[in-house]
């Protein structure tokens, strides 16, 4: 049963399976619709570089892009940057690039920055970023290599090469931050935001 209270339904603008998942199991009435924006060229043309600011400017463009084409309904743009250091991470693009990634993030801390943004109308009425602290493992080369070759493919789905709530949960010895950060979406200030606006009935 939704506890949406919109007069028109909320809006992902994402196709992220997990995102997804994380707003049907809170009880959101919502479609997803993917923001067809470059976000490497929107990075490249803001000058930013910091994670966290890559992160909310991506989730603001997002919602934006969707807002301006669906009046009346609020939009919700997230976005995530793995980092370590000031050194950002993308999607590998096969294994030996995601064995790669792995080889550099073993042994390190690195963080995870998850923006989330809300628009209607063209406009961003909320923003937020939340850091999760990631600590790996050391890890053998013939360990990272057991390890692609039991996740497969998915390992190309998502920035350095893991997926927390599968087998990379393997890779890691330490977390600071909370589940909804890690999964990609800061999903609490989100609530408490939709909550503000009237727009849920718990």
Not at 141 to 161: C, H, K, Q, R
């Amino acid at each position: 049963m939704s506890i949406w209270r919109g007069q028109s339904r909320l809006i992902l603008a994402s196709q992220s399976r997990t995102r997804k998942m994380l707003l049907e199991n809170a009880g959101l009435d919502f479609e997803a619709l993917p923001a067809d924006i470059d976000e490497r060229a929107v990075q490249r043309d803001s000058g930013l570089s910091a994670p966290g600011e890559v992160a909310s400017l991506l989730s603001r463009e997002k919602a934006l892009f969707i807002s301006r084409r669906r009046h009346g309904h609020f939009v919700v743009g997230a976005d995530q940057t793995l980092a370590l250091g000031l050194r950002m991470f993308s999607k590998p693009s096969g294994r030996a690039q995601a064995a790669e990634q792995l080889h550099l993030l073993a042994g390190q801390v690195h963080e995870l920055h998850s923006a989330v943004s809300v628009a209607c109308d063209g406009k961003i009425l909320f923003a937020d970023v939340s850091v999760a602290r990631m600590t790996m493992r050391r890890l053998s080369a013939g360990e990272i290599d057991a390890y692609l070759d039991a996740a497969g493919d998915a390992v190309t789905t998502s920035v350095g090469a893991y997926q927390l709530e599968g087998l990379g949960v393997h890779l890691f010895e330490r977390i600071e931050g909370d589940h909804f950060t890690i999964l990609g979406l800061p999903l609490l200030s989100l609530l408490a935001f939709l909550r503000g606006e009237k727009l849920l009935a718990v």
